[in-house]
Structures are given as C-alpha cells and as structure tokens.
C-alpha cells in the first residue's frame, strides 16, 4: 500500500531564517507530488506541483522554492522566511490521471516569530 | 482564475441531515471532490462526482450539476465525530483547486 510521510509535524523558525520540509512516498512509482499551504481558518492553496523528476510548477510568487531530486521526494525551501509563511504545509500525492483523487501527509505547522 | 464558494459555517444536531452547497467556475473541470478535514489534520477524502447526478456512499452523499457549477455534500444521521470542515475541491489540469472549507458543528 502507497504512504506518505512528511516531517516535521511541528517547526517554530525565526524571521530570516531558512526553511526545508521534506515529503517522500512510498509504494507507488512516477506520482504527481504537491505543496499546498493552509492559513489559519482558510482553505488550501496550492503552492507547487510536479508531475516528474525535476519537474515544478509554481502557483502564486512568494517567497518559497521546491525541488523534486527522486522520483518519491518532495522538498519545500525557503532562504528567509517572513511573517506571512506561517501557516500548515501539506504534501500530497496522486496518480498521473487528469482527476486523480490526492492524498495528504499529517501536515508540518509552521510558526514563523 | 478559479472561484469555488461553499458556505463558512453550518450547525446541525446529532442525528439531523446536513447539506453543503458548493458552486464553482473554473478555467477547466475533471471532477470534483469532496474532503473532510478534522481541525490540526490532514484532508481526508470523501467523494467524487464527474458525471452529474448523486453518488451515495454510506451516510454520505455527493451531487453534481455541471450545467449550473454546483455540487452538494449531503451528511445523513449526524454523529459528533462529524464534526469538522467540509472542502469542496475541482480537478483541473492535473491539479485541485480548493474551496475555504465549511465549518460543521454537530450539537448534542
């Protein structure tokens, strides 16, 4: 069976600092990976996404970068975090399908002070 | 750009009958999802609809109208582990686009 796991679940960064949260999934070969953010009492928006190695769209400019090195892995990176990135970061996965349902790690709660 | 509206909040008893309303217009459509997300958690899925219609799975059910871009969740016989926001997603171009969610509080 296909799992996700995403660490970690909790992070407090300061301002300035830089940010790497990492996804990896196993039990399935080629998926389309995701980014997505949720502020608080908002809903999902989508950061990036890759349909392949090397591969990464970008949704909205910000502040924030993804790479996918493997096939299974998944990086979110920031050099200097702001206040604004605070918010709960989930990765998700799906098939290669046009209408592919997604499936979504615990989640890391980021609090940027 | 892609809008997709479902209401903020819902109260309902236990017991009781829910429906969530969603309506959307967006750039493209390969169907649409429905989500529930416990508060600190992960999305987990609940239904797909791409063909309009009613999809019923246990004490949930999903509608579609793609003429009029509206969809409903319908939650039956209400429990207090319903509790929680209801996501209302469109599938576009390999990706999906979510809706801010429906807060749903079951009472006693």
């Known amino acids: 069976s296909q799992t996700i796991h995403q660490w970690p679940a909790t992070l407090v960064q300061p301002v300035g600092s830089p940010l790497s949260l990492e996804c990896t999934v196993e039990?399935?070969?080629?998926?389309?990976l995701y980014w997505y953010r949720q502020a608080a009492g908002r809903g999902l928006q989508l950061l990036f996404y890759?349909?392949?190695?090397?591969?990464i769209s970008s949704e909205v400019p910000q502040n924030l970068s993804a790479s996918r090195p493997q096939d299974r892995q998944f990086i979110l990176s920031s050099k200097k975090l702001l206040l604004s990135d605070s918010g709960f970061y989930l990765c998700?996965?799906?098939?290669?399908?046009?209408?592919?349902?997604?499936?979504f790690g615990s989640g890391t709660q980021l609090s940027v002070l | 750009g892609q809008n997709i509206d479902q209401p903020t909040e819902m109260t309902a008893t236990e017991g009781a009958i829910v429906q969530i309303n969603c309506t959307y217009q967006?750039?493209?459509?390969?169907?649409l999802f429905w989500y529930q997300q416990h508060a600190g958690e992960a999305p987990t899925f609940l239904s797909y609809?791409?063909?309009?219609g009613l999809e019923e799975k246990g004490r949930f059910s999903s509608f579609l109208s793609r003429s009029k871009g509206y969809s409903y969740l319908l939650l039956k016989e209400l429990q207090m582990k319903d509790s929680a926001s209801y996501l209302c997603?469109?599938?576009?171009?390999?990706?999906?686009?979510f809706g801010a969610g429906t807060t749903v509080t079951v009472r006693a």
């Open positions: 609809n791409v063909l309009d």
């Open positions: 998700a996965w799906s098939g290669q399908g046009l209408n592919e349902k997604l499936f």
């Open positions: 967006t750039s493209g459509f390969n169907g």
């Open positions: 997603a469109v599938a576009y171009d390999y990706k999906l686009s």
């Open positions: 039990g399935t070969s080629n998926p389309n």
């Open positions: 890759s349909v392949g190695i090397g591969q």
